[in-house]
């Protein structure tokens, strides 16, 4: 069954460092997801992405961040200057499309800011 | 309180019995969607159901959903050790638009005794 995949499984960053968090969703997948974990805490939106844009992005979405498909299959979420308060898990989704609203998560990269 | 916090938060049952958990959320929704997560790992989607329906069965998973109390509930039936997991609820409130976004609740955490 396809699934959706995520490298690295886990990234250990210094503060101020930027990072790239790949993943690479379901091939005939067309919508594309961030999502974060704090530890302990709520699983929470950051940004969607479809036709090659931003669709919605959270508060939590700022200026530091960037997503990208850079080729067919890849989909990156980078920060540019990494802080202590953005470790945590961070969860890739994909949905198929219109008429399908099941969103299918990745494993996680868990991101730890020292 | 928050769009879908999840009650109890945390349940220990032994193995055979049923285990119901609760969802309330406070916006309108499309659909909502409940997903596994076992300890630091991924999200697996288990069962949606949409605004228009009242209960889904999938399994030994039963979803029912209420929106004039803006409230769903998860039952397990005849449980496993292996079901031993965090269970979220996550609302999807959009209609027709691109992004789908998923509001997650606050989870319950399923211990069950072998």
């Known amino acids: 069954e396809p699934e959706v995949t995520q490298t690295p499984s886990h990234q250990v960053t210094q503060m101020g460092q930027e990072v790239i968090l790949r993943c690479v969703p379901i091939?005939?997948?067309?919508?594309f997801y961030w999502y974060r974990q704090i530890l302990g805490q709520k699983v929470e939106f950051l940004v969607s992405f479809y036709n090659n844009e931003i669709s919605e992005k959270s508060e939590i979405f700022d200026d530091q961040f960037s997503v990208e498909r850079p080729d067919g299959s890849n989909f990156t979420l980078k920060i540019r200057s990494t802080k202590l308060e953005d470790s945590a898990m961070y969860f890739c989704?994909?949905?198929?499309?219109?008429?399908?609203?099941?969103?299918?998560f990745g494993p996680g990269t868990r991101l730890t800011v020292t | 309180s928050q769009q879908g916090e999840e009650d109890p938060q945390a349940l220990s049952i032994q193995e055979g019995e049923n285990a119901t958990m609760n969802c309330s959320y406070k916006?309108?929704?499309?659909?909502l969607q409940w997903y596994r997560q076992n300890s630091g790992r991924g999200l697996v989607h288990l069962i949606l159901i949409r605004s228009n329906e009242r209960e889904k069965h999938s399994g030994r998973l039963r979803v029912t959903l209420d929106t004039s109390k803006k409230s769903s509930s998860l039952l397990i039936t005849a449980s496993r050790a292996a079901d031993t997991a965090s269970y979220f609820c996550?609302?999807?409130?959009?209609?027709?638009?691109?992004?789908?976004?998923?509001?997650f609740g606050t989870g319950t955490l399923l211990a069950v005794q072998p």
């Open positions: 091939s005939n997948h067309l919508y």
């Open positions: 996550a609302t999807d409130a959009s209609y027709g638009g691109a992004t789908n976004k998923l509001i």
């Open positions: 989704a994909s949905r198929r499309g219109q008429g399908s609203s099941e969103q299918y």
């Open positions: 916006t309108s929704i499309n659909n």
